[in-house]
């Protein structure tokens, strides 16, 4: 547990140091005016227990996260000022505050989470909403004054670690703006000016593995019927630390020989989990918007990674990759990118995938991706340009000969 622990706090580190967590901003209103405002970026790393063992799980709080006006208030004699943020399946991230006459403060931090999100808890064997609270945390400020702290401070939540940094809030507003006097926590006052970012971990290159990956086919059958087709070269790049602290990039090709697929289709969720040579786990989630007949990739988690310590997973609940509309697949025959975290991502080859509307064992028509709409504009440009040349030669050409008539007919 202690390890779990340790590594996920290593992967949050990593995480600020790439400076992939975004900020987000919050408001709660009340009428036409604003009575909490805060901006900031949080991560939390959660453990939770798979029918194996213990396992922990980092996720953020994304960009789309919305207040949720039904539990969020600006407080009244019975219930103080609430800011309840809800982002993907049911998580949530909660701030109460009070106030005396001269100061406010937040009284306690809640991190409410959804253990059937399988893209952020794979094989997760509760399907439980948890809800966890910190009641001492230690922000506070005086009163029409905005709390600042850039630096990042974690705070423990029973179950799970919650990481803020580049915070700016106030409650108890008196106007619609965070005010302009500032009270600076004490970690931002220590690294004057601004905090350091930290630029001591330079990533070791590892070399790349020869070659693109083999093409898999990987299958999900529910039922007798087959609901997912998917065909494509995987290649995982991950970034991690090693004994020495130092940073690696594992660059690794999915041998298909040693991987099998499951996964689960219902009506607007298809799962594909994917085992590598039957310990890590590759799970791809994807949604469907059935009023827009889209859908796209949504999530994907990588879980018990030979370099990471056993029972570990991180993974990104937040993405929107490989976009096509129902009754199609998606096809990308060029190399593509998918970024999961800054410190995951997963090279693409010959994809093509079909994660709803599957009738038969064969792909339906295509959409296909930009890079190779654009690849294959490139030939029709050379032709184009060669025959437009042809054109150019074979009318000079003509009226060349047509002037040499003429000048014969003169003499
Ligand atoms: C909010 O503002 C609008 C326009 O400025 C005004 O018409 C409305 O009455 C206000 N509502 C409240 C609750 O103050
Ligand atoms: C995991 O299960 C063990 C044993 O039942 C329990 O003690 C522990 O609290 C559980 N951990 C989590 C995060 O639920
Ligand atoms: C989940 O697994 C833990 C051990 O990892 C076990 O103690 C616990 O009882 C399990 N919970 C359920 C609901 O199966
Ligand atoms: C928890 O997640 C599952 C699967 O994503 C979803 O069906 C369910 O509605 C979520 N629960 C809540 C309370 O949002
Ligand atoms: C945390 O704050 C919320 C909102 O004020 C409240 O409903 C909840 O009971 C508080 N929890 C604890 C443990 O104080
Ligand atoms: C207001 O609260 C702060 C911290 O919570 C405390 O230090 C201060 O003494 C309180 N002031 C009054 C007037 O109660
Ligand atoms: C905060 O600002 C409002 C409006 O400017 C003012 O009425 C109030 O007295 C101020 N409160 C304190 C504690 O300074
Ligand atoms: C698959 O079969 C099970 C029981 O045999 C049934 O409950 C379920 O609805 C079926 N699912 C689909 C997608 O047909
Ligand atoms: C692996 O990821 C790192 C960091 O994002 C990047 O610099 C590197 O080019 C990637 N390597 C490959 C082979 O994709
Ligand atoms: C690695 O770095 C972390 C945080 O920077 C530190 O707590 C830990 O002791 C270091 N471990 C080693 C083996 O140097
Ligand atoms: C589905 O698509 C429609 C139309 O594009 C959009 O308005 C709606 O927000 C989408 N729903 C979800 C859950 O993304
Ligand atoms: C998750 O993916 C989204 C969309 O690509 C990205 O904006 C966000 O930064 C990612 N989360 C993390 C922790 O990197």
Redesign the pocket.
Known sequence: MKTVHAWAMSVVLLLAVFGGIQAVTLEVREGNSTCIKADLSALFSI???TSSS?RSAVLELPGSATVDPSSSSCGSESSPPWLVAVFGSGHALGLSFSSNSSMYSVTNLTLQYNLSDATVFPEANSSDVVTVVSASVGIWAPVNTTYRCLSSATFRLD?ANLTLSNVRLQAFMSGNDLSPNESVCLADQASTPAPPRPTTIAPVPVPTPAGPPERGNYNITQNGTVCLLAHMGLQLNVTHTDAQNKTVQDVVNVNPDLTSASGSCEANNTILVLTLEQSTTLTFNFTLNSTASKYHLSGVSLANWPNFPANSSIGNGSLNYLRSSLGHSYMCNAEQTLVVLPIFSINTFKLQVQPFGVTTTQFASAEECQIDQDQMLIPIIVGAALAGLVMIVLVAYLIGRKRSHAGYQTI
Do not use: F, G, P, W
Request: hydrophobic share 0%; charged share 20%; no cysteine.
């Open positions: 453990t939770y227990n213990e179950t």
